[in-house]
């Protein structure tokens, strides 16, 4: 059975990298931005869309039928509820990217998608609004790394503090493709933590650092905030997946290896 048109909403960093997968399965493929020309060059010109979610007058630019995948923050809530009205078919696949910033800190133990989330987040509460209402599959994404987005450039621009708090992390490849999985497999209205479910303390992270790589971090310091643990088990379980970029610290080797080999 051929594959309805998916369409990016919002095709940023994350979103090139689900357009580049999902051609390579061939499928037929739309990125949107507020600017295609200036954002979109990774796609072809005929996939470009203009798209804002606060201007209904784009949202017919928007294939009927269409698969969606929807990158940036659902807000305004009430634009957002109307703008899914019009795009969402009772036949269309959609995922809605979040974040994990969406559970609590503080939490002992491993987080999982039985946790609550905060629905004080203006964000989270619009994802959930979504999701009960429209059947959408809510990805909550951990932070992201890859090609472009370097965990020791985030070291290097002094932008993390050498702490004991633990960090939730994933790689963009692995991301793009369990988002394509999703569409196909996830039960409308599902709910999926994405993580590489190995979390790591920022001490450990900068260690890694210097030692392999000779790179300046940050003086150590204390912290009441221990962060998160998040569980990956449910979306490698439920999608059969095994990733691509399962180790950080191989990831990040490869990635600054990369980098050092470059002319």
Known sequence: M????LVILGAGY???FIYRAARRRRRLVFATSRDPDAHLTFAQP???IFFDLREPDTWTQIPPTSDIVWCFPALPQDVAGTFAQHAIDRDSRFVLLGSTSAYRSGRPG???ERVPVNRSLPRVSSEEYLRTTFGATVLRLSG???PGRHVFDWIRNGKIKNTTKYVNLIHIEDVAELCLLALQHAAPGSTYIVSDGHPRSWADICRFAAEH???AVPQATA???AGKRLSARK???DFNYRLKHPDLFTALGELESTRSSRP
């Open 46 to 48: 005929d996939h470009r």
């Open 213 to 215: 790589f000779q790179i």
């Open 110 to 112: 491993l987080i999982d």
């Open 2 to 5: 051929a594959h309805a048109p």
């Open 235 to 237: 979306v490698l379980s």
């Open 144 to 146: 992201l790394y890859g």
């Open 14 to 16: 994350t979103g090139r």
């Open 223 to 225: 912290t009441r905030d």
